[in-house]
């Protein structure tokens, strides 16, 4: 089981960015999904997360610019990014809880918005 992480870039502040995280291999289902960030010298924050019946969290930080979802179908969590500051840069980074295997964690993406 692993996932994949996408969509990272650069964007000038008050932009939008779109991540996705894919997970393959054998899954049998997922219980929750979601984003971490981490900033330089900052620690890692948890941005939002996802459950299996689509209940979502937010750090206070995002809510009300960042929305959560996602495709079970698909096994993929979505992160839309609305109104981006530059406080918002950081390497996020996406984790599932998989039934059966546990938590897994995909590869960074590196989020970098200019002022």
């Known amino acids: 089981v692993q996932l994949q992480a996408s969509g990272g870039g650069l964007v000038q502040a008050g932009g939008s960015l779109r991540l996705s995280c894919a997970a393959s291999?054998?899954?049998?289902?997922?219980?929750?999904m979601g984003w971490y960030r981490q900033a330089p010298g900052k620690q890692r924050e948890l941005v939002a997360l996802i459950t299996s019946g689509g209940e979502t969290n937010y750090a206070d930080s995002v809510k009300g610019r960042f929305t959560i979802s996602r495709d079970n179908a698909k096994n993929t969590v979505y992160l839309q990014m609305n109104s981006l500051k530059p406080e918002d840069t950081a390497d996020y980074s996406c984790y599932a809880n998989f039934v059966r295997v546990g938590i897994k964690w995909g590869q960074g993406t590196q989020v970098t918005v200019s002022s």
């Open positions: 291999g054998t899954i049998f289902s997922i219980n929750y």
